[in-house]
């Protein structure tokens, strides 16, 4: 699971850079955010404390 949740927050990740040099700049903001709160590393909303 913890590796499907890294692949999907590196695809957000570089979709929101990609969109971010397109010129799109607060989606691409959002589509960062939303991939650092999906990956198992660092703040996961999908973590157990």
């Known amino acids: ?4 949740l890294w692949i ?3 695809i957000l990740v ?3 850079v ?3 040099l397109q ?3 607060l ?5 960062i955010i939303v ?3 999906v990956g198992p590393g660092g703040y996961s909303i ?4």
Do not use: D, N, P
């Open 1 to 4: 699971m913890g590796f499907l």
């Open 8 to 10: 999907l927050a590196v």
């Open 14 to 16: 570089v979709s929101g």
């Open 18 to 20: 990609v969109t971010l």
């Open 23 to 25: 010129g799109s700049i």
């Open 27 to 31: 989606f691409g903001i959002v589509l």
């Open 35 to 37: 991939g650092l709160a």
């Open 46 to 49: 999908f973590s157990r404390r």
